[in-house]
């Protein structure tokens, strides 16, 4: 095997992700109400029957109202959505902790809703969180990103402009993160495997010794995110680890069904899910809104068009807060200030009487 010395493995993976465009529109609309019940509703808009698949799957259970549609106007097309209603925000939260097919497990989030009462009005304070979806952890970002670098990567700059430029350095630095991280990934499930074989030519002190050197001829192959798939991408990374060992027996590696090797392309797989998806988030706070993070606001409904760049590396957090007015709380307060009113005039009456 001849290796192809142009290091561009973890480029293709980064433009393979920076350049996916969102093939499944996915809009969430959540109505709070000021008794802390809320409705949420899931729009699902995809070119195919695809709309079932992907990283932030729907429920399908009788507990929500759905529907299903297919327009034909220019191209196949297909629109799912799903509503429910619940007593408290905590059972709405419970509907993303399951890890199943018919929820939404691929996408974690968390949503919260809290009251502060301040008696003429009551403060509602919204939450909810995307969860940090990279599945490639063995490696930590912070050791090539800092935070403020993070800030500018997956931000929108005018090409010339002082952060465009800053950011290609940051996406360089980036890239180079990303591909060690997927190999390290693949190094570990290798490692595992190999100690299975009982092959002399694969000793876990041999694969151990020679990782530098395994690592340099990855690097150095030409292998293209855009014309292999899961499988291949393993085959070629085991060709490789085929020159580098010289022995043909890592293929018995796949042969194997290693579970490690599954797992990987299934994070391959999320990864591609979830960067091939547009993401709306929808919120109508009851009352008046007064505060929030959101970049759209529409009287009390407030909008975030959330790119997936902002939680790939980190937590998203989005938070509205709205104050309902307590109409009770003016006669009930009319009618203490009565009642303190007269007794100050009975305790008067008494004392001059005295």
Not at 72 to 95: G, I, P
Not at 129 to 136: L, S
Not at 174 to 198: K, M, P, T
Not at 228 to 238: G, H, K, R, V
Request: net charge negative.
């Amino acid at each position: 095997m001849k290796l192809k010395r142009r290091y561009v493995f973890i480029s293709l993976i980064f433009v393979m992700l920076m350049t996916l465009t969102g093939c499944r529109e996915i809009t969430t609309t959540t109505r709070f109400f000021s008794d802390g019940s809320c409705e949420r509703t899931v729009l699902i808009e995809g070119d195919s029957s695809d709309v079932f698949s992907g990283s932030y799957p729907l429920p399908l259970d009788s507990s929500w109202t759905f529907d299903i549609k297919k327009d034909t106007s220019e191209k196949v097309k297909y629109f799912y959505s799903a509503k429910k209603s619940f007593k408290r925000v905590s059972d709405l939260n419970n509907e993303y902790l399951y890890d199943s097919v018919s929820t939404f497990s691929k996408v974690a989030r968390s949503i919260k809703l809290k009251k502060h009462f301040r008696w003429f009005f009551t403060i509602l304070t919204y939450q909810e969180i995307y969860r940090d979806a990279n599945p490639f952890k063995q490696i930590p970002v912070s050791d090539y990103l800092t935070a403020d670098e993070i800030n500018i990567l997956f931000i929108d700059e005018e090409d010339g402009s002082e952060i465009a430029e800053n950011k290609k350095k940051i996406e360089k630095k980036f890239e180079i993160w990303f591909g060690i991280s997927v190999f390290e990934e693949f190094y570990q499930a290798f490692l595992q495997g190999a100690a299975q074989l009982g092959d002399s030519n694969l000793t876990q002190e041999i694969i151990l010794s020679k990782k530098d050197v395994l690592t340099k001829n990855v690097l150095a192959d030409t292998i293209s995110f855009f014309d292999i798939d899961d499988e291949n991408l393993l085959d070629s990374l085991i060709t490789i680890c085929e020159y580098t060992f010289q022995t043909p027996g890592v293929w018995k590696l796949l042969e194997k069904g290693n579970y490690t090797f599954r797992e990987l392309k299934n994070k391959l797989s999320t990864i591609e899910n979830v960067w091939a998806e547009g993401y709306t988030n929808e919120v109508l706070m009851p009352g008046l809104l007064i505060d929030t993070n959101a970049e759209t606001v529409e009287g009390n409904k407030v909008v975030w068009e959330v790119g997936t760049g902002e939680f790939f590396l980190r937590d998203f957090e989005m938070w509205a807060e709205s104050r309902i007015n307590n109409r009770w709380a003016i006669p009930v307060t009319a009618v203490i200030l009565v009642v303190i009113c007269i007794g100050l005039v009975i305790t008067v009456f008494r004392r001059r009487k005295i």
